[in-house]
């Protein structure tokens, strides 16, 4: 699943997803690719702490080094079947990235790939459930790393993305519950998020560069 993110502000952002110890510095962005670094929340020593991770997962290779991937995203369905995601969900490593809006992708009839903007209703910042992961080289240096999780797509982003999948996007109340729950209750949390509540529209094609990071970006193809 081709994705991008918008972040909003940290004032936005501590609002919405209140941590114990929020140690995450950012601000508003509008083009955030895997690979860029995002804000996530996550418990640490029974405290919940906001922290800033790179997005897609990093592995310690064979030869003491980093091997940096794009899996920026990964289906709920591989939670218990592919051993590197599978160690980071049996050891609750969950988080959750807050985000503005998403950025999902199109085929259309011609081959051409429309742009789409999507957005809650009334939740103008909203958590998407997230693994994160920790690997220190043999030289000492420490990264850490997240993975977006994506559910079947609801009725609405069915119709934008072919993959059938969306971000596994979590119910206000159930922050607390996913990052601290046993793993049956946390795999309870992830089902699509009610598409009478999310609204999309096609963008303009300036978010596939990654130069361009400024608020025109989310508006409606055709307006300026």
């Known amino acids: 699943m081709k994705l991008r993110l918008v972040i909003p502000g940290r004032d936005e952002v501590e609002g919405e997803l209140s941590v114990t110890r929020p140690w995450w510095q950012f601000s508003v962005r509008f083009n955030v690719a895997i690979s860029q670094s995002v804000p996530i929340a996550r418990m640490h020593e029974r405290e919940s702490e906001g922290v800033m991770m790179r997005w897609g997962l990093a592995h310690k290779c064979a030869r003491g080094g980093v091997n940096f991937t794009a899996c920026g995203v990964v289906g709920s369905e591989t939670l218990q079947s592919v051993q590197t995601v599978r160690t980071l969900w049996i050891y609750g490593q969950r988080g959750i990235v807050p985000a503005a809006g998403f950025y999902l992708w199109q085929r259309t009839s011609s081959g051409h790939q429309q742009p789409y903007y999507i957005r809650l209703v009334n939740r103008a910042v909203f958590g998407i459930a997230a693994l994160w992961n920790r690997v220190e080289t043999d030289e000492g240096e420490v990264i850490e790393s997240c993975a977006l999780i994506a559910v079947d797509a609801n009725t609405l982003l069915a119709d934008v993305e072919t993959t059938g ?36 529209h096609p ?11 400024e608020p025109g970006l989310i508006k409606p193809a055709g307006r300026t």
């Open 165 to 200: 999948q969306m971000p596994g996007i979590l119910q206000r109340q159930d922050y607390a519950s996913w990052l601290s729950s046993t793993v049956p209750e946390a795999q309870q949390l992830l089902r699509p998020y009610l598409h009478t509540q999310m609204v999309c």
């Open 203 to 213: 963008v303009a094609p300036h978010v596939n560069y990654l130069e361009f990071d």
